[in-house]
């Protein structure tokens, strides 16, 4: 059992930062790698970012590499998610996720989810 708790979204204008937090607590077997999706309505929810736990590997979408940075914490078990330059089309709800997948930007590969977290990038 893996709970995941996200912080860190808001209101932001178009060229701003937000960095994102997901703390993790249960079983580390559960998650060998990390990874951030997000949902715009009307959208399907799509990959943004992942970090496999051990080795601290990043893996980004290209629609955010150079602009969003995955790290991790271990001693506090938290993920963070760091946007800059943050673009309107960057409004999404997004999710953390954690699982064992062989693929890391696939949705099915995560078998847990945080409650998700609104970020609204203004023009």
Same mark, same amino acid.
Not at 58 to 83: C, E, H, P, W
């Given at each position: 059992?893996?709970? @995941? ?6 209101? /932001? ?5 937000? =960095?994102?937090?997901? /703390?993790?607590?249960?079983?580390? %077997?559960? =998650?060998?790698?990390?990874? +951030? ?12 970012? %992942? &970090? =496999? +736990? ?15 940075? &995955? ?7 938290? $993920?963070? @998610?760091?946007?800059?330059? @943050? ?10 996720? %954690?699982? %064992? ?5 696939? &949705?099915?590969?995560?078998?847990? +989810?945080?409650?998700?977290?609104? /970020?609204? $990038?203004?023009?």
């Amino acid at each position: 059992q893996v709970q @995941l708790v996200e912080s860190g979204g808001g209101l /932001v204008q178009a060229g701003g930062s937000l =960095r994102l937090s997901c /703390v993790a607590s249960g079983r580390t %077997a559960s =998650r060998y790698a990390m990874g +951030w999706f997000r949902q715009a309505p009307g959208k399907d929810r799509e990959f943004v970012a %992942a &970090i =496999r +736990w051990t080795s601290g590997s990043t893996y980004y979408a290209d629609s955010v590499t150079g602009r969003f940075t &995955i790290s991790r914490d271990n001693a506090k078990n938290t $993920v963070y @998610l760091q946007m800059f330059s @943050l673009k309107p089309e960057d409004t999404a709800v997004y999710y953390c996720a %954690a699982g %064992a997948p062989l693929a890391v930007a696939t &949705i099915r590969g995560y078998d847990y +989810w945080g409650q998700g977290s609104q /970020v609204t $990038v203004s023009s």
